[in-house]
């Protein structure tokens, strides 16, 4: 007899798993109602995940002791796409290890050097865009996907960042499938016949096809970029290329290709949607709207924006769950004594949409963050503790520089009365009509005014 968890919704666990996937966070909602804060989930084929929108909860999972609490072991399913090397799928020492040799790419004085590239990427896109109604999610994702490219790789636009970008599209488009979240085998030759039979039949068709080509071109790129020795240009690559394990040696092809595709897959799709949700809603609160646009057309983008993002990334957190730990060693959380096998889950929409922290937390109101810091276990839409998101000061980045040019540039206004419903991609949460609103151009004397 298994051990006693946390009470949850009794259903069969696919029945569980369609509630997720077709009503993400209606299903979370539900169940917190019931059952608290909280409560056992099971999906199909993996182990049961204790779910908590607890905050002190969620302090003792993100400050669990590495070998007690398992990130990489609880986020398996992500592995066919990023790969056994990703800093996202690695556990204790070697996580750590991984972790100190990307953390000076992704330092914030080095991220501001690369607001010049962001903002002309972002504009040259902007000047295609035209007036009427758009579904702001597509373009979105094809705008972050450049400025990731361009940001990582330093490529040029020309044949080989055209290749790279079409390859990466259609290959992240699978994530549209529930089938992505199924966990992986552990037996690698169970992984490869796995693998092998679903590229060529069903919905996921192809996978490991698309996989293959994306994997061609970043070999090709990282081993002309390692054989001319471009080890000092401010894009990504050229920072990873320089850094060395403590032993002295540099990042294998495996490691830099793992990574790569860490951030290219999950850089881009998070930001995208985060962008989608938040121009979405910016549509529907005109208030916040002309407050932000005042402030935008006056400077690069000061206080409110930051807090108006904020308030987006606590609204919609991309990512609803954080990283899921597994638990590999008994652990009492929040009073609750647990045995090795679940995953403990400190789900970031239901801490955002708690009344006890956030007041009025379906109503949007940057002020929230406009004297207070968000707090590092009331506010997560990065996840927490040693697995925060490497990539969130380049994300608030990106996020500042489209809205403050979009709305230089664009009025907005919402199509319908009705919020968009929340869709999701492996993952990730989307808006799920693409976000759909009118754009029509500003005067050029008003913005100028």
Known sequence: MGQKLPPGPRQPSLLQGMG??????????????????????????????????????????????????????????????????????LDGDSHMAQRKLMLPAFHGERMERLT?????????????????????????????????????????PGPRLDALRDSLSKLIAYGDNPLTLLPPPEDPAALERTERIFNRVGPIKGFVDRRDEVDELLAAEIEERRSAGDEDSDDVLSMLLAARHEDGTPMSAKELRDELMTMLAAGHETTASSLAWTLSRLAREPRVLAELRSE?????????????INESLRSRPVIPNTMPRYIAKPI??????????????????????????????????????????????????????????????????????????????????????????????????????????????????????
């Open 296 to 308: 935008v057309d006056s400077e690069d983008g000061g206080p409110y924006l930051t807090a108006t």
């Open 116 to 156: 010049a590239l962001v903002t002309r990427v972002t504009t040259d896109e902007l000047e295609t865009w035209g007036d009427g109604e758009i579904q702001l999610h597509p373009p979105f994702q094809s705008l972050t996907l450049e400025i990731i490219l361009r940001a990582v790789f330093g490529l040029e």
């Open 20 to 89: 997720m996937w077709t009503r993400p966070l209606a299903w979370l909602e539900g169940n917190r109602a019931r059952y608290g804060k909280r409560f056992t989930v099971h999906f199909p084929f993996t182990t049961p995940f204790v779910i908590t929108s607890d905050p002190e909860q969620a302090k003792e999972i993100f400050t669990a002791p590495p070998d007690v609490l398992m990130p990489g072991v609880g986020s398996r399913v992500l592995l066919p796409l990023v790969g056994p090397n990703s800093v996202l799928l």
């Open 332 to 449: 009492t959380v929040g009073g609750w004594d647990y045995e090795p096998g679940p995953s403990l889950v400190a789900n970031a929409y239901l801490i955002h949409h708690d009344p006890e922290i956030y007041p009025d937390p379906y109503t949007f109101r940057p002020e929230r963050f406009l004297d207070i810091k968000p707090g590092t276990y009331t506010w997560i839409p990065f996840g927490g503790g040693r697995r925060r998101c490497l990539g969130s000061s380049f994300a608030i980045l990106e996020m500042k520089v489209v809205i403050a040019e979009l709305l230089r540039r664009f009025e907005i206004r919402a199509t319908t009365g009705e919020p968009e419903v929340a869709r999701r991609r492996n993952i990730t949460i989307r808006p799920g009509n693409g976000a759909m609103v009118a754009l029509g151009a500003r005067e050029r004397e008003t913005v100028a005014a």
